[in-house]
Every structure is written in C-alpha cells, then in structure tokens.
C-alpha cells in the first residue's frame, strides 16, 4: 500500500514581477512527498528550487505572485494549503512546526552561549511538545548525559547536526524540509548529514530534500524530482533514476558527474526571464525534434515495445518525464537489484 501523501504541490507557480521583466522562478510544479519517504529535488543552481522552498514556507518577497496548491497533509484528514494559508496560520501553525526545517548550516543556527539542552528545552516548550529534551536528543543520536550540556563550539559538525535535527521535530512535524543542508560541509559531514535525513524518513517522517549533490541524493532519496529551468521535468524512483533516467536532461546531470563519464551538459540553461515557448531544454538535447516546439506535460511515457523475452518495466520503476522524445527503460534486473 502506498504510503499516505504528506506534502501534494500541484499546478505550483512563482513569478517575480520586475519593473522591466517577469522572473518565471516555478512553472507549474506537480509532485508529492509521502510519509516516510525522502524526495530529492535536484537541479542546475538558479533553476527554482529554493523558491519552491519558500513558496511552500510562505517566505517569498512582496513582488513574488504565487498561484497552484501545496497541500500540507497529516496522513489522517488534517490539511492546509501552503498557497492560500494566511500569514497568520504559516507563522504560528507551519513555520517550525508542521514543517520542521533543517538548517543549511547548523553550527551557525544554534545558539552560542546557549547548551544544546536548553535550546531543546525551549523549543518543546514554545512548541507545546510535552516530550523531554532527553527523548528528542537520544532519538537524534545523541547521548542526553554526555552531548547535551555542551555548548555549540564544544560540538563537532556533526554532533551539530544532529541538535540542529533534534530541533527541527521539536514541533512533531509533518514534513521536513531541508534546502541544501551540506553546502560547504566535508565528505564525512555530508554522508553524516544524509543518514541523519534518511533516519528521519525511517522515523515516518516526510522529507523534502534540496540538493545539488546528486550523489548525496542517491545515498539517502526514495524517489528522485529534477527541475530544469523552474519546470519539474522527471520524478522517479531513486533506483531506476539512477540507473537509467528517461529525461535527456536527468541523463546529462548524472553523466557530468565525476563518477560517471565526467561529461558536462554543453551550453547553458535559458535566462528565466526569457523562456522559450517550447521545452526549455530543447537547445541543449541532442534527441530535439520539431515537437519540442510544444511544452512537454509531465507524464509516464508510453512504454515501447519490451524486446521479446524482455520483463516489462515494473510499476515500481516508471518515472514520470516532461519529454517528448524520453530516453528507453532500463530492463532493471529485480533479482539482481535485491
Ligand atoms: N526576489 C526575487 N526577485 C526576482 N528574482 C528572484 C528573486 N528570488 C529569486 N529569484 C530568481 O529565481 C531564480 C531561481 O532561484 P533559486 O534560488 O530558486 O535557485 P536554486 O535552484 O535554489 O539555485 P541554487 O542551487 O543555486 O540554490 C533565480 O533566477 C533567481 O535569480
Ligand atoms: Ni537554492
């Protein structure tokens, strides 16, 4: 059974007005996060997805025109509608609470001459959480005896983190949020940052989760979203992401990576004041034909034809891709994969 849906952004749209252009930051956003899962919103740096963060928080500037749904859900019956909540609601009800943040940069969040305990311990009273600062702390990794009476600079990075995660269920959220949260850090740091994300997901929780680091996002995502030039453009299961992406572009991210063939995608992406009528990334792909012309939808491409003796692609495997000309399944081998 799949798991119920915590986070269900549909039809999302930001523009920035500016005196001389229009920014079109998010274009018609559609993805889900469910309980228990961790997605991973990648893609090239400008192209929406920090302001798909803040749109979801409510956090955008005066100039920003947000239109489209982002329902934050319990999983039992409670909702609220990012887009339409009044400031008022996304304050006290969702800033904090029903979307616990994970802060980019969680030595500099806390506060110095404050112990980890005490931060805790205001933070459950503020947010009416009757569990204690010893509970959160020992669910995070942490040891309540030996950890929690440190200071900040008395804490590693990665104990750092871990009071940083520790903080950001205080409020028992609905879904987690976390915008980058290993820029600058080192490797060990990074992989600690990801386990820590993925105990969260393991805990019930949602996690929405906001990189660039595509290997980060194999360590720790379920299923995979990437954006190109503020559209979601292929949402997919992590494994067969990574194994054989549909999207041409998903294909030339994995291909610029180091561990990969190190090839960067030629060209640039196209200014977000000026996009094309068509597929944004038409002037990067090497499959573009003249049905690019039109603005690909976001769907399950229809399967060719499995080669004869071939499994069809099992539904565990479909990915969702913007593309007119998507990239063939990969034949997954499911007794191999396990
Ligand atoms: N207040 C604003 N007014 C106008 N344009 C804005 C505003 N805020 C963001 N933008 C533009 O929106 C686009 C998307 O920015 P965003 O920060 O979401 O990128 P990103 O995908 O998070 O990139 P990175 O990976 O570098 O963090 C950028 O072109 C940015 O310049
Ligand atoms: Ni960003």
């Not at 302001?51 to 239109?67: I, S």
């Not at 600690?192 to 906001?210: H, K, P, Q, S």
């Not at 960067?264 to 012309?293: H, K, M, Q, V, Y």
């Not at 004869?308 to 593309?323: I, K, L, N, Y």
Request: charged share 25%; glycine share 8%.
């Amino acid at each position: 059974m799949t798991a119920p849906s915590r986070l269900r952004v549909d039809g999302l749209t930001v523009r920035f007005r500016l005196s001389d252009a229009t920014v079109q930051a998010v274009t018609d956003a559609r993805f889900e996060v469910r309980q228990g899962e961790c997605l991973a919103l990648v893609g090239e740096s400008g192209c929406g997805k920090s302001v798909m963060a803040h749109a979801l928080l409510g956090l955008l500037p005066g100039n920003a025109e947000v239109t489209g749904s982002a329902w934050l859900e319990s999983g039992d019956g409670d909702a609220v509608d990012l887009v339409a909540a009044p400031e008022e609601v996304l304050a006290r009800s969702v800033r904090g609470r029903r979307i616990g943040l994970v802060p980019q940069s969680p030595a500099t969040h806390l506060t110095p001459v404050r112990t980890a305990r005490s931060q805790l311990e205001e933070a459950l009273r503020e947010l009416g959480n009757p569990a204690s600062a010893d509970d959160l702390a020992a669910r995070a990794g942490l040891s309540p005896a030996a950890d929690l009476d440190r200071y900040p600079h008395e804490l590693s990075g990665g104990m750092a983190q871990r009071v940083a995660n520790a903080l950001a269920v205080a409020g028992d959220p609905w879904l987690i949020l976390a915008d980058e949260p290993t820029s600058g850090l080192d490797r060990p740091l990074v992989d600690a940052t990801m386990a820590e994300l993925r105990r969260l997901a393991d805990d019930g929780r949602a996690v929405l989760l906001i990189t660039h680091d595509l290997r980060a996002a194999e360590r720790v995502a379920d299923r995979v979203a990437v954006m190109y030039a503020s559209r979601v453009v292929s949402v997919a299961p992590a494994a067969a992401f990574f194994a054989g992406p549909r999207h041409p572009y998903a294909a030339g991210l994995l291909d610029a990576l180091p561990s990969r063939r190190f090839t960067p995608i030629p060209g640039r992406p196209p200014e977000l004041t000026r996009l094309p009528g068509g597929c944004a990334f038409l002037p990067r792909c090497d499959r573009a034909s003249a049905a690019c012309e039109r603005v690909p939808e976001l769907a399950e491409p229809p399967e060719p034809a499995a080669p004869q003796g071939a499994a069809p692609v099992s539904p565990a495997d479909r990915q969702e891709v913007a593309c007119h000309h998507p990239l063939k399944p990969l034949e997954l081998d499911r007794n191999v994969a396990r």
